[in-house]
């Protein structure tokens, strides 16, 4: 329950910084990058496990050993590209949202998530939609995205998540404060030499509740989507 | 099966290596063309001024002196300085990011670097600061800045706030023990201990309140030596470093007879001395305005110099944290150089209200004989601080805080630890120094 002073402290809170923007920022780059995620991760996924195609395994192993590779190790030549990328293109240069979002909407995570529990999606399907004269395009959007449901539920909550408590990219590629995303708002209320312990607590807790939120809502989905991936 | 996984699994293995090696190489083509395409803004905006843009941390107080200054500049160049606000980590995660890309791109003009970092971005990234000595004379500044803040002969950084320390004591206490100010004025840190005893066995109260994680103290009573971790030309100095020897005797005997305050965060530091649990507070003097924050207290303290080591060239003087301004070598720089110049630089005046409005004491030395400085703080008994601590600040023993003070003291933390429950001393010294080079060579 709320203490005493919760009022106090979100007054304190929207008169020290400007939560809104931040807020609406790291919606703009989460809900962006979850619809990226999803769509690329997918379509990866789906053509890994239905095509076949020579050296196709091979290809795959390789984009597991990406997970392997800790961000902060392709950090600074990723700088360096959004950097050359200024000079020709400012819109999706240091310093935009663009930025922010373009590195994280695909990771191997989410092909290999989307493979496996494609694995349970009944080959069936494709023959039949095939057979009906279904354009490939068309399978995948409507006979594959409907049966899949749980599983995009599932992933959009782990990406979302994902994009949302990303601290490291964005404190780097952002500069203004008009760009800032929610962590960054909230380290910087930790900065001073006398920090108000009240504000940044009442920072977290409504940092948090977007998450919970979208956990809440698609929590049957994201159970069944994950057991999903386990029996694939 | 097993023949056709092995020759998968090689395979696998040649492309990540040729991976690594293509990444190896691509590396230094362009190193040194940091300057050429500009981050920062350096532009001019639609009235004619440069526009100029500074990072720097905590609103209450660096960022506050920025934007005194901004008001206060009035240089020729019309600048409009657009101030973000990070924390401190998170600009130095900022800028080591930035600048290990070559890029430049979204760094800014000015930027503010804690004194003990300052020469790991100098050595690191030669080219990416602009050398600003010749708008400024660095002989009005505190002798003990300019080594942080210079490299090879060029001054970089332009100093600004101290954090000269001060022996910060309770009178009634002290008295209680039967120690007048003048049985604490420009004594040593032995002495420092046989005082702690008796303030211990006479009033009950433990002497100071200290972090385990925090090494602070050990700083502050080796740079009154003038020594450091390193020494100039960067090599570790743990083994034969007499100073660092005798602050860690002392250490041990204040935690053994049980005269400190074992605190595990700030806010219960603060609360060690608020609650009127501790007898003193040797600190830097960014330490007073939390002091003065119990109001229940106040008359009941007053400053002393802070003790030296008993050794020959010792000063009665030290320094804990400090930070200065550092311009990046891009567009607007000659902009950015004037506008720091011309405030924190030369303006004894915007010194005062400096002091007054924000409570920084710069280390601009002829600011010392503003009106400002002589506040006599009843706080302290009339004591005037401020005055008092400026003065200190010109003694303060320089030292070359090298490249990996944070570094050296993780490894030494870890060590004292077992230096407090019976290590030798020795052993200890060799086997952090043993650690310091393997990791830092």
């Known amino acids: 329950m709320p203490g005493t002073h919760l009022v106090e402290n979100l007054k304190n809170l929207f008169a020290t910084v400007d939560i809104g923007t931040a807020l609406m920022n790291s919606f703009i780059i ?33 984009l597991l050993l990406s997970m392997m590779i800790p961000f902060a190790a392709i950090m600074i030549p990723l700088y360096r590209f959004f950097g050359q990328v200024s000079s020709v293109s400012p819109l999706i240069g240091i310093d935009t949202l663009a930025a922010a979002i373009l590195p994280t909407i695909i990771t191997a995570f989410f092909i290999f998530f989307f493979r496996q529990n494609t694995k349970m999606f009944a080959k069936e399907l494709v023959e039949a939609g095939r057979i009906d004269g279904l354009s490939e395009l068309g399978i995948f959007f409507r006979i594959y995205l409907p049966t899949m449901k749980t599983t995009y539920a599932a992933a ?7 994009s949302w408590n990303n601290y490291l990219w964005p404190l780097v590629v952002l500069q203004s404060p008009e760009n800032q995303t929610i962590p960054l708002l909230i380290s910087n209320l930790g900065a001073g030499y006398t920090p108000d312990y009240g504000v940044i607590m009442t920072a977290i807790v409504i940092a948090t509740l977007p998450t919970a939120i979208v956990f809440f809502l698609m929590q049957r989905h994201f159970v069944a989507g994950m057991m999903g991936s386990v029996k694939g | 099966m097993g023949n056709k996984l092995s020759k998968k699994f090689w395979l696998l ?8 090696v293509l990444a190896a190489c691509g590396g230094d083509s362009e190193e040194g063309s ?17 526009k100029i843009t500074a990072w720097a941390w905590d609103p209450n107080f660096n960022i506050a002196a920025l934007n005194l200054a901004n008001e206060s500049y009035n240089g020729e160049t019309e600048i409009e300085l657009e101030i973000i606000e990070n924390a401190q980590d998170d600009i130095v995660q900022k800028l080591n990011t930035g600048l290990s890309s070559g890029t430049m791109k979204g760094m800014p003009n000015i930027v503010l670097i804690e004194d003990q970092r300052a020469q790991s971005f100098l050595q690191s990234y030669p080219d990416a600061f602009y050398p600003i000595g010749d708008y400024f004379n660095t002989e009005d500044f ?14 970089y950084g332009l100093p600004f706030d101290t954090g000269a320390t001060g022996f910060f ?3 009634d206490y002290l008295e209680e023990a039967g120690y007048t100010h003048d049985d604490l004025v420009d004594i040593t840190w032995a002495q420092f201990v046989d005082i702690a005893k008796d303030v211990k066995e006479k009033t009950g ?7 385990p994680n925090d090494l602070g103290i050990l700083r502050v009573m080796m740079q009154t030596t003038g020594t450091w971790y390193t020494t100039e030309d960067g090599t570790i100095n743990l083994v034969d470093n007499e100073p660092l020897k005798v602050a860690l005797q002392h250490y041990k005997e204040l935690m053994d007879n049980d005269l400190v305050k074992l605190v595990s965060d700030w806010s219960q530091y603060l609360a060690a001395f608020n609650s009127g649990d501790v007898a003193s507070v040797p600190a830097g003097n960014w330490i007073a305005p939390s002091i003065e924050a119990e109001e229940s207290q106040k008359g009941l303290w007053a400053v002393a110099p802070t003790p030296r080591l008993d050794m020959e060239g010792a000063a009665n003087a030290s320094n804990q944290g400090g930070s200065s301004w550092y311009v990046l070598n891009i567009d607007g720089k000659e902009a950015a150089a004037e506008f720091l110049g011309n405030t924190f630089g030369s303006n004894s005046d915007f010194y005062q209200s400096l002091l007054t409005d924000v409570g920084a004491i710069g280390t601009y030395k002829p600011a010392s004989e503003g009106e400002a400085y002589q506040y006599e703080n009843e706080y302290f008994g009339g004591q005037q601080v401020i005055y008092e601590i400026s003065q200190w600040m010109e003694e303060i023993p320089q030292v070359d805080y090298g490249m990996n003070t944070y570094g050296i003291e993780d490894i030494l933390s870890a060590e004292i630890q077992q230096y407090l429950s019976g290590k030798s001393l020795e052993d200890v010294l060799a086997d952090a120094q043993a650690q310091a080079e393997a990791q830092f060579k």
């Open chain 1, 30 to 62: 989460a809900i962006i990058t979850t619809f990226l995620t999803l769509l690329i991760g997918s379509l990866a996924g789906y053509g890994f496990e239905i095509y076949r195609t020579k050296g196709k395994d091979m290809v795959f192993n390789i």
């Open chain 1, 156 to 162: 959009a909550i782990i990406a979302f998540m994902n």
């Open chain 2, 13 to 20: 293995i040649v492309a990540l290596l040729t991976a690594m």
């Open chain 2, 169 to 171: 004591y309770r009178t």
């Open chain 2, 142 to 155: 505190a002798e003990y800045k300019i080594p942080p803040t210079s490299l090879d002969g060029k001054q």
């Open chain 2, 34 to 50: 940091s300057d050429a395409d500009g981050g920062g803004d350096g532009g001019t905006t639609d009235d004619g001024a440069t």
């Open chain 2, 205 to 211: 109260h433990p002497m100071l309140a200290l972090d």
